[in-house]
């Protein structure tokens, strides 16, 4: 965690609601914690989401791709914060992919850069190749 109690406590809150979203596939709860516009990197490039539209096709990819390789539970088994200036932040999670009897699908980190504005936080990027590693890793593209 970071050396600031308050904004713990805060992106804490933000990440069970990241993480139940997930878990529930919930899109528009996702939608919900993205601002806009986001960036989504992996070594392979990057791409902007300008709007919930734009999001909503990728998610929705996601989610098909979750359940077709049998992700059924979504948990988050640790996260680090660092505080940035100007009401941002950065995190580090660590995500545990299970399928329906509870054993492992996946695990692996992602980074975060999130924003605080008016309506309280966002993630504004998203650093995703962990995530790519751990599914080449596990066979799958």
Known sequence: MSDDAELDVEIGAFF?????????FDVEALLDCLG???????????HFFEDDAEALVN?????DKYRNNEVRKIHRLGLSIEALPDEAARATVQWRFDDGAGAQVLHFPS?????KDDEGW???VIDAQGEVD???GAGWA
């Not at 998610?59 to 989610?63: A, H, P, Q």
């Not at 980074?111 to 924003?115: E, N, P, R, S, V």
Request: hydrophobic share 55%; proline share 3%; net charge neutral.
């Open 16 to 24: 069970d609601r990241y993480t139940a979203a997930w878990d529930a």
């Open 36 to 46: 806009f516009p986001h960036l989504i990197a992996t070594r392979a490039g990057s």
């Open 59 to 63: 998610l929705e990819k996601l989610i």
């Open 111 to 115: 980074q975060y850069t999130l924003a």
């Open 122 to 124: 966002h993630i504004v």
């Open 134 to 136: 751990a599914w080449a």
